[in-house]
């Protein structure tokens, strides 16, 4: 017998079917999808017709149901916002700080902040005498060390130590913290019943008590007289016009001066003071503002450098309009993680893709372990109503890159200087005070030429971005006030004075004689 015959196995195509090519077959399956869409919407409207007819369905309540949608999609028919209890206070205090109420307020906050500096300083005080009770004790400790004692014994009251500090910190913390609460609370409902009193005088108590407050503040700040140092300012002030065709004038100041003096209060009730307090009170809710850029490194918090003593600045005084510092700077970790999140994901993605095609995952690693950092050239803002001479804190990042001597144009840092005038620009800060050398202390490798070519690129930058402010905000007079650290020279500062009207286009005087 020879070998079985092999299973014919026949194979029907799409031409066998009557369907034409691959391409025929989905513009046949495109077109069936489709009509039996149509047949279906055709199906359910007519379903509905038929129970609108029938009487199934409340012509009434459908028709309120659809005017309901529709006036809650449009924005025409939207209801207006209803006040928040932050703008009532805003509108109330604004009047009354425009008003003969004035002095009346600031007295009264003073008394607030010369409260919250005692309690402050009975807190520096236990603190000091809690570290110097421990010191002896350590000394004590370390005599014995090899004789009596071992090195754990050490470490065990080191952790003591430690640990009697966190709890005496966490007590004075909770303690200011609940008394600010308080003097808040109680300013607000002062405030809007001084408000209301005003607006009725009859029956008003308010007025008799306000009249004591001046005398009782000036004998309270002549008992504790706690005055801030002040180091002898250098400034020079320049007027000057940018602009191709529409020039637009512009204040600039050269200081030399500490960034946190423009924050600091004095306990002193001089008028000088009293001044500066009460122009930063009149334009809190205006198109006025004053800002101050910080450098701080990649951390959001205030546990150390400039940021731990712009914080201790914050909680000297009750801010009365804005949230505290500390509550300030978690609500930008809870963004900025948000932020990172969305970055990483985007990251991962792009790193998932560039993998299967033999990419690298060092971006990725980069990323994780800055995964809860902000980069240099970014900047977080914070709102303060309590210090003495601005409303905003840009808080620029930067990195030891800056202490460097060949930063260009591009650098982050400047870059994060020219979107901070951008968002000056949108949001009514007119006043904006910046490090010129972009550090806040002086070291040394920071020599004369060092200095001179920072402050060259520093102030060509700023001129260009300044210039760019006219597109943005369509020219408005802004203050640009550039500081230098405390302990730069007289000489220094007067080179530096020298250099700007070079750069800048400063403003000539015209002196006009008569001929007589």
């Given at each position: 017998m020879g070998p079985a015959p092999r299973p014919v196995v026949r194979t029907r195509t799409a031409d066998s079917w009557g369907l034409g090519t691959r391409g025929d077959?989905?513009?046949?399956?495109s077109r069936f999808i489709e009509e039996e869409s149509h047949r279906d919407y055709d199906r359910e409207a007519e379903a509905a017709l038929e129970a609108v007819k029938s009487g199934e369905v409340d012509l009434h309540q459908l028709a309120g149901t659809w005017a309901k949608a529709y006036a809650e999609t449009t924005l025409e028919h939207a209801r207006p916002e209803e006040p928040s209890w932050d703008e009532d206070f805003a509108d109330v205090y604004h009047d009354l700080i425009h008003s003969?109420?004035?002095?009346t307020l600031l007295n009264l906050e003073h008394n607030y902040f010369?409260?919250?500096?005692e309690l402050i300083g009975e807190r520096d005080v236990e603190l000091k005498k809690l570290r110097e009770r421990q010191g002896i004790e350590m000394e004590?400790?370390?005599q014995e060390l090899g004789k009596s004692l071992t090195d754990q014994d050490v470490n065990t009251l080191a952790a003591q130590h430690f640990e009697s500090q966190q709890d005496l910190e966490n007590k004075w913390s909770n303690e200011l913290k609940q008394?600010?609460?308080?003097?808040?609370?109680?300013?607000?409902e002062w405030v809007i019943k001084l408000h209301q009193d005003l607006k009725n005088p009859i029956n008003?108590?308010?007025?008799?008590?306000i009249k004591v407050q001046p005398s009782q503040f000036r004998e309270s700040a002549e008992a504790n007289g706690r005055v801030y140092e002040e180091q002898r300012k250098l400034e020079e002030s320049f007027t000057i016009h940018l602009g191709a065709q529409l020039k637009t004038m512009h204040n600039l100041r050269l200081l030399r001066a500490d960034m946190l003096d423009f924050c600091k209060h004095r306990r002193n009730h001089r008028s000088g003071v009293k001044l500066h307090r009460l122009q930063t009170a009149l334009s809190l809710y205006s198109t006025s503002l004053c800002g101050l850029v910080l450098l701080v490194d990649n951390r959001i918090n205030s546990y150390s450098g400039i940021k731990r003593d712009f914080a201790t600045v914050c909680q000297e005084c009750t801010d009365f309009h804005f949230p505290r510092i500390e509550e300030q700077l978690e609500v930008v970790q809870q963004v900025v993680l948000y932020a990172r999140t969305q970055r990483r994901s985007r990251l991962k993605e792009s790193h998932d893709s560039g993998s299967r095609n033999g990419g690298s995952d060092d971006k990725t690693k980069t990323a994780d372990r800055n995964y809860l950092n902000i980069l240099p050239g970014e900047f977080y803002i914070t709102r303060h109503s309590n210090l003495s001479e601005i409303h905003v804190a840009f808080h620029l990042c930067v990195d030891d890159n800056v202490k460097s001597g060949n930063i260009t144009a591009r650098d982050p840092a400047i870059m994060g200087l020219r979107n901070i005038l951008k968002v000056c620009c949108?949001?009514?800060?007119?006043?904006v005070s910046i490090p010129l050398l972009l550090v806040h202390d002086m070291s040394e490798e920071m020599t004369i030429p060092w200095c001179l070519r920072r402050a060259e690129l520093v102030f060509k930058c700023v001129k260009g971005f300044m210039m760019e402010m006219a597109s943005w905000d369509g020219g408005i007079s802004r203050t640009v006030q550039f500081l230098v650290p405390q302990?730069?020279?007289?000489?220094?500062?007067y080179q530096l004075s020298n250099m700007l009207p070079q750069i800048f286009r400063v403003s000539s005087t015209l002196t006009l004689t008569s001929k007589h």
């Open positions: 077959l989905k513009e046949t399956l003969p109420a004035s002095e010369v409260s919250i500096s004590k400790v370390m008394s600010t609460a308080i003097q808040k609370q109680e300013y607000q008003s108590s308010l007025s008799e008590e949108t949001h009514d800060i007119t006043t302990s730069i020279s007289e000489e220094m500062f």
